[in-house]
C-alpha cells in the first residue's frame, strides 16, 4: 500500500485543501463524505475519511440489528438454516 506524505498550507480562514490523491485514498470524493479528526493520547490528530450513513438506513447499523446480523452469520455457518421449495412448505415449517 502506497504511503502518502504531504505538506498543506492552512488559509486564512482556517481552510485546508487536500490534495486529490489525498482526497481519493480517504474517499472523501464521493457525496456526502465528511473528514473525522481525532486527538489520540500522544497529542498526534488523525484524519479519517467518513461516509455518513443515510437517514433511511441507520436502522440497519445500530447495535441492536448488527447484533442480530452477526447472530444470522453464526447460524447460517452452523448450518441452522432450512430450505422449502413452496411458500406452503414455508409456512407449515413456522407453525411447526
Known amino acids: 500500500m502506497a504511503h502518502i506524505h504531504e505538506y498543506v498550507s492552512l488559509q486564512k480562514s482556517g481552510v485546508l485543501r487536500l490534495p486529490g490523491n489525498v482526497r481519493e485514498k480517504l474517499r472523501l470524493d464521493e457525496p456526502g463524505a465528511q473528514v473525522e479528526i481525532e486527538e489520540t493520547e500522544d497529542g498526534r490528530f488523525e484524519l479519517r475519511?467518513?461516509?455518513?450513513?443515510?437517514?433511511?438506513?441507520?436502522?440497519?447499523?445500530?447495535?441492536?440489528?448488527?447484533?442480530?446480523?452477526?447472530?444470522?452469520?453464526?447460524?447460517?455457518?452452523?448450518?441452522?438454516?432450512?430450505?422449502?421449495?413452496?411458500?406452503?412448505?414455508?409456512?407449515d415449517e413456522l407453525d411447526a
Open 49 to 91: 475519511g467518513v461516509l455518513p450513513i443515510a437517514a433511511d438506513q441507520q436502522w440497519f447499523w445500530t447495535e441492536r440489528w448488527q447484533k442480530m446480523e452477526r447472530e444470522a452469520d453464526a447460524d447460517v455457518l452452523m448450518g441452522r438454516t432450512l430450505t422449502t421449495s413452496s411458500v406452503a412448505e414455508f409456512l
